[in-house]
């Protein structure tokens, strides 16, 4: 495994729209793999494989109890609403308020190429949502309600 370098906001990269995976292969095993020990290794919550310069639909999320692997992630059903800070690691200390559903349900490919569904609510249905928006292109910067003051961190 080996620890990959996070883009950050103002490469090209993180702007582009990612490609399906068509194929579940040892590359993609390897990819999963490397993105898993950078995510333990950064702190982070989740990461989507643009930000490691893979331009493939493929995202990792810590729900807290383990790490998700979804390939080809769909959003299905969301309701409700919360409104939270939010921040990427490709945005190193920027944090910002962003709204997003309060459920989530999603369904994605694991690495066996199996289908599967997940229901998530509040941080975890907020990572899917981010990291998704990831694939293509979009930044929580771009939906932030406002972005928070050093002070604001402080708490
Ligand atoms: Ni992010």
């Known amino acids: 495994m080996a620890i990959l370098n996070i883009l950050t906001e103002g490469d090209e990269t993180l702007r582009k729209t ?23 290794e950064s702190g982070g919550v989740g990461l989507a494989a643009p930000q490691v310069g893979v331009l493939r639909r493929v995202v990792l999320v810590d729900n807290g109890e383990e790490i998700l692997e979804l390939i080809n992630p769909e959003i299905l059903e969301t309701s409700g609403i919360q409104e939270d800070r939010e921040g990427c690691l490709s945005c190193p200390n920027k944090w910002g308020i962003v709204k997003r559903p309060m459920k989530v349900k999603l369904r994605a490919l694991d690495r066996f190429g199996k289908s599967q569904i997940y229901t998530a609510t509040g941080l975890t249905a907020r990572c899917f949502c981010h990291e998704c928006d990831h694939l293509d292109g979009t930044l929580f ?13 402080e708490d």
């Open 18 to 40: 990612s490609r399906k995976v068509e194929i579940i292969n040892s590359r993609i095993h390897t990819l999963l793999d490397d993105m898993r020990e950078t995510l333990i």
């Open 141 to 153: 910067l771009d939906k932030v309600e406002r972005m928070l003051t050093p002070e604001e961190l």
